[in-house]
């Protein structure tokens, strides 16, 4: 439920677009020093920092690696 308040839901098939570089507010997936997340993304300066669509989740400021997977470019809901 992170991603909720981007539209994002729990089961949704999320379309994601490898090897672009994120800009500021893209939704990623990244490896935070070791686990996956889907987050916004936010540079200033060399610091990263990504921030859920949920305000119960605190940010994430990666301590020792990022490796962005991709952008997200779409999300598909299965209604039935």
Avoid: C
Avoid at 7 to 20: F, T
Avoid at 24 to 47: P, R, S
């Amino acid at each position: 439920d992170s991603m909720d308040g981007a539209g994002i839901k729990e089961g949704d098939l999320v379309i994601v677009e490898r090897g672009r570089d994120p800009q500021q507010n893209d939704i990623v997936i990244a490896e935070v020093d070791g686990e996956w997340t889907m987050k916004y993304y936010f540079k200033k300066g060399e610091k990263v920092v990504l921030i859920a669509a949920n305000d119960k989740y605190d940010p994430i400021h990666p301590q020792y690696e990022l490796k962005v997977g991709g952008v997200v470019t779409g999300v598909v809901r299965k209604y039935k």
